[in-house]
């Protein structure tokens, strides 16, 4: 068992005093209260005893019509037996993992991967073996080495686990070539796929991109989604989909545990999404978290040092910043939580100890303000130990931030955009 860095941090940046850019939370503030009133007292009202009781093991039939609308807004259209609710995206990882993953067994994912994920993988004791991203995603080259090497071994991994759209923690999104040439990789090696898409529908700029689901028409691809970040956390919906030899199984590790997602909250997702306003409700917060963004941009080229590099994303909840590969991002978290601002240390995004140089910046759950106020204080606390190298070493020209090659290098090395100093 692995902890969740995130989770760890959660109990410390709950404070008040703290500016959070740790979490991975939406601005649930942003859902009408009256609205959840509304929907809530109807449920009450016309559906109490239902609403009150167990339910399906797979979900019911009206949340997985909504699962399938929602996903063919993104150009996906699953068949309903294909999709099983689940407690939150969270679940859908734990029972793929579940029900495909004996001891030992290898799952490739992209390096940096979902920290989130990185304790699933640890519980069921997975070999997991990550490939390292660039700006368009998982390397397609360094998934083939992988690959290649994992054969001459005589293995082969269960799965490939990818975020390919507005990935967390890396912010970037895979390109159209690069998901054609995944896909094609799976069926050419029999492998399987599991993509996991919370963010899509969470566009600042550009032009969707196909999911891998679409692009592979759900033979080889294992997706899942989630009402986390387009709707509430706090309901834990979720849902995978899958073919029916994988989906049986997993149906039967849902049983053993949780019998069902929750009914209220199956009830309340119908309900929202009966009021036919969602796209409107999402087309919302995606214009406040664009605003967002682009604060998190500006304060970085503002506060941050010359030596450091970041993602700049199109869409999803997250910047990842890579800095000089002295500086350890898990030590500079306690200096950063004594100025009262925290930050995801880009170790909680590997199995093996890479990482160490960068962090993930949230900018969905804190106001404009207070994300240049968080970035700023990151941006003193980096200067000092940037100072404090020039003191010990003598040396005035600092080693830029993640080297083209080398093992720094796997850490999503991004070019950084013209800046811009104020
Ligand atoms: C990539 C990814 N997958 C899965 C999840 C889990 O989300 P939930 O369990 O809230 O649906 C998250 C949450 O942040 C995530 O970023």
Excluded at 66 to 86: F, K, N
Excluded at 395 to 408: K, L, M, N, S
Aim: glycine share 10%.
């Amino acid at each position: 068992m692995r902890s969740s860095a995130m989770r760890d941090l959660m109990e410390i940046t709950a404070r008040p005093e703290v500016i959070s850019l740790a979490g991975g939370l939406p601005d649930t503030s942003t859902f009408p209260p009256e609205s959840f009133a509304a929907q809530m007292t109807r449920i009450a009202q016309e559906s109490s005893a239902e609403a009150l009781q167990y339910g399906p093991t797979e979900g019911f039939a009206r949340t997985k019509d909504v699962i399938c609308e929602v996903m063919g807004a993104e150009g996906m259209h699953p068949e309903v037996e294909d999709v099983l609710v689940t407690t939150g995206g969270q679940q859908a990882l734990d029972l793929v993992a579940k029900t495909l993953l004996d001891p030992g067994d290898v799952v490739v994912a992209e390096g940096p991967t979902y920290p989130g994920a990185v304790p699933v993988f640890c519980s069921y004791e997975a070999d997991t073996r990550q490939v390292s991203i660039d700006a368009e995603g998982m390397r397609i080259d360094a998934l083939l080495e992988t690959l290649d090497a994992l054969e001459r071994e005589g293995r082969r991994p269960k799965f490939i686990y990818s975020v390919p759209t507005f990935q967390n923690p890396g912010g970037v999104t895979m390109s159209l070539q690069r998901r054609r040439r995944l896909v094609e990789i799976a069926r050419e090696r029999e492998l399987l796929i599991l993509e996991d898409n919370p963010y899509g529908m969470l566009r600042y700029e550009g032009d969707p991109l196909p999911s891998l689901y679409a692009l592979d028409g759900g033979d080889y691809v294992l997706y899942t989604g989630t009402f986390s970040k387009i709707l509430s956390p706090g309901i834990r919906v979720g849902w995978l989909c899958a073919p029916p030899p994988v989906m049986e199984k997993v149906v039967l590790g849902k049983q053993a545990a949780d019998l069902c997602t929750s009914t209220l909250t199956q009830y309340f997702v119908g309900e929202f999404f009966a009021e036919g306003r969602w796209r409107e409700y999402i087309a919302d917060v995606a214009a406040i978290y664009r605003q967002r963004r682009d604060a998190m941009l500006d304060a970085l080229e503002r506060f941050f040092p010359e030596e450091a590099t970041w993602s700049r994303p199109q869409g999803g909840l997250f910047v990842w910043a890579t800095l000089p590969d002295y500086i350890d991002t898990t030590d500079l978290l306690a200096k950063a939580l004594r100025e009262n601002v925290a930050f995801v240390p880009g170790e909680a995004a590997f199995v093996g100890g890479l990482g160490k140089t960068s962090m993930r910046l949230n900018f969905s759950a804190q106001t404009e303000d207070e994300i240049r106020e968080g970035v700023r204080r990151i941006g003193r606390v980096i200067g000092e130990q940037l100072d404090l190298y020039r003191t010990i070493t003598g040396e005035h020209r600092i080693p830029p931030a993640a080297p083209e090659a080398g093992p720094a290098g796997d850490v999503l090395p991004l070019r950084r955009a013209g800046r811009r100093r104020t």
